[in-house]
């Protein structure tokens, strides 16, 4: 059986992530979010998190070399045998030539999917300024998606907060390099494998609706 690997990708605050989470969990496939490795390995000081500190507090991308290694990493627990899914990787065009690489590695060519979620920039800066984020990875917004107790995580009762690189100055910058990087990687991606994009300006249901209904459509899932 070939592996399935679904991409999603999509601007800061589209919603990726929740909408990787719900068809993780729908799949029973594994979720690759590389920003969370990263802050897991700064959180608890390792030498690549030390190296990565630094840029996501200015939220920029840390080197190829840094994602490569902790990927290289995850990839390689039993869980992934029969396919996951990637939040938001690759994001630039070096990190698409090392993700091709890795599949020409793979005995079998895997199946690929990706979706994008499609936001404006300026409804992106609305929802930024009301995230809220778990260490543990669970991620709210205090008038979208709130916890059921006022900045608490519903899933392990820490105190929730905000990002720093969720700051409007630093926001700016971000959607920027986003756009100006993802745009040649969509290009390929729209060329090479199963691609299509979802309004996500829809309620969180309605956008998984549209997603499974696509991947159905497809034959992705």
């Not at 729908?26 to 030498?47: C, M, W, Y």
């Not at 709210?140 to 006022?150: D, E, F, G, S, T």
């Not at 905000?162 to 756009?179: E, N």
Request: net charge positive; glycine share 8%; charged share 35%.
């Amino acid at each position: 059986m070939k592996k399935n690997i679904i991409i999603f990708f999509g601007p800061p605050g589209s919603g990726k992530g929740t909408q990787a989470d719900i068809l993780g969990e729908a799949l029973n496939f594994p979720v690759i979010s590389l920003g969370e490795l990263l802050r897991h390995e700064r959180d608890q000081g390792t030498k690549l998190g030390k190296q990565a500190a630094g840029l996501l507090a200015k939220g920029l991308l840390v080197s190829d070399e840094i994602v490569e290694d902790i990927l290289s990493e995850r990839l390689k627990k039993r869980d992934v045998s029969k396919g996951y899914i990637l939040d938001g990787y690759p994001r630039r065009e070096e990190q698409l030539s090392l993700f091709n690489k890795r599949l020409a590695s793979y005995r079998q060519k895997p199946k690929i999917t990706a979706i994008y979620i499609d936001v404006h920039d300026k409804e992106i800066k609305k929802r930024l300024s009301g995230r809220r984020v778990c260490d543990c990875g669970a991620a709210y917004h205090i008038k979208y998606n709130p916890p059921k107790r006022l900045g608490i995580c519903d899933l392990c009762g820490a105190k929730l907060y905000q990002r720093k690189d969720d700051a409007p100055v630093i926001m700016r910058g971000r959607l920027s390099r986003f756009h100006k990087r993802i745009s040649p990687i969509l290009k390929y991606f729209e060329e090479h494998y199963k691609f299509f994009r979802v309004n996500g300006e829809q309620s969180i249901k309605e956008i998984q609706k549209e997603i499974l209904v696509k991947l159905k459509k497809l034959k992705a899932i």
